[in-house]
């Protein structure tokens, strides 16, 4: 996936843990349209594991960067309805 | 509707469920679910109904709290003996789930009041104790068209089925008409292990969720039996009836009739 690629949607889900940072994650989801691109800014290092993990589960294309030490950015791309 | 971010926390463990999600969640608050008795099976079914945070539960029952319901009707206690059922049903759940509206309705069902009563909610649970209430909530839900989770509990025994009005059979595609009283328990022998309503109950609860929420299979052409004793669960068929006198063909039912009561009542 492109790093230069048009981001829809944002949450900034730094300072929470699992599995709020899921649950976050899974209703932005679920707020796009098909097509539409999330971003994801997080520091629970699970959470940058598991949230790629279950999202590729449900059917989702996506991509992590780790930013620095403690950050991390996923970007998701809803490909079916779930 | 948007959830609350104290709903997000209460619900997580639903929302991050595939099959539920934050938009299943809202059906489950939009949903109007309600309850016949307040009794063994009633208590159970309305305490998981409440804390999925199933948005309104209308809850029927005109009977009070006595000793001797203790033993399972765990929505009801000790410092409850003498209040009504449906009123302690309501503390109970709307003290686990603020989200929750519960609607106690202290009447006896009848021919009279039936159809105005279910009329405004989704789905109807039955958990009632006696065949003149079940035969009554059938046909009013097969005249009404609505989804019928249907629980019956006795001894070692309970079974639980899923009527969808025309779309599956209902109750009297299998039994046309209540048994006469003389062949049914008496009072004397009409025990239930305490924990079987818990079971039978979890299962309606289970069915009523997968209704609202339009997943997995429900028990529709289907009677569940399950055993205490032996531990086993089975599923007979049971296909919609052509003669069924009130769904069937050429129906000789065609408005409500209350049976007499008389039948010992061992919800
Ligand atoms: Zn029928």
Redesign the pocket.
């Known amino acids: 996936m492109s790093e230069a690629l048009k981001v829809d949607k944002e949450i900034d889900i730094r300072g929470l843990v699992c599995p709020y940072t899921f649950v976050k994650a899974k209703l932005a989801v679920e707020e796009l349209q098909v097509g539409q691109t999330l971003r994801v800014l997080l520091d629970w290092p699970e959470a940058a594991h598991n949230i790629p993990r279950s999202m590729a589960e449900h059917g989702q294309k996506l991509s992590v960067k780790q930013l620095d030490e403690k950050q991390w950015e996923i970007i998701i791309k809803k490909e079916v309805e779930d | 509707m948007e959830l609350s971010e104290e709903q997000i926390h209460r619900y997580s463990r639903h929302i991050i469920l595939r099959e539920v999600g934050g938009k299943g969640q809202k059906k489950l608050l939009s949903a109007k679910v309600l309850i016949v008795g307040a009794g063994g099976l009633g208590c159970p079914v309305g305490y998981y109904l409440a804390a999925a945070g199933v948005g309104t539960l209308g809850i029927v029952d005109d009977d009070v709290v006595e000793l001797s319901n203790l033993q399972r009707q765990i929505a009801h206690n000790t410092q409850r003996l003498g209040m009504s059922k449906a009123e302690s049903a309501k503390q109970t759940f709307e003290a686990l789930n603020p989200d929750v509206q519960v609607l106690p309705i202290k009447t006896r069902l009848s021919k009279d009041n039936v159809l105005e009563l279910f009329r405004d909610y989704d789905i109807i649970v039955d958990g009632s104790d006696n065949f003149p209430t079940r035969y009554l909530v059938n046909d009013a839900c097969v005249f009404l068209r609505k989804p019928l989770v249907s629980g019956a509990i006795l001894r070692f025994e309970g079974q639980v089925s899923t009527i969808l009005p025309y779309d599956g ?2 109750y ?2 299998l039994f046309e008409s209540p048994p006469p009283p003389g062949l049914v328990p008496s009072c004397q022998e009409a025990g239930v292990l305490g924990v079987l309503p818990g079971v039978v109950g979890g299962l309606q609860a289970t069915e009523v969720l997968k209704l609202i929420l339009g997943q997995g299979q429900v028990l529709r052409n289907t009677l569940l039996i399950y055993n205490a004793l032996n531990v086993s669960f089975r599923k007979v068929r049971v296909p ?2 052509p003669q ?1 006198p ?3 063909e050429a129906p000789s039912i065609t408005e409500l009739m209350d049976y007499e009561q008389g039948y010992c009542q061992m919800g």
Do not use: A
């Open positions: 059979h209902c009297r595609c919609r009836n069924c009130i769904c069937g």
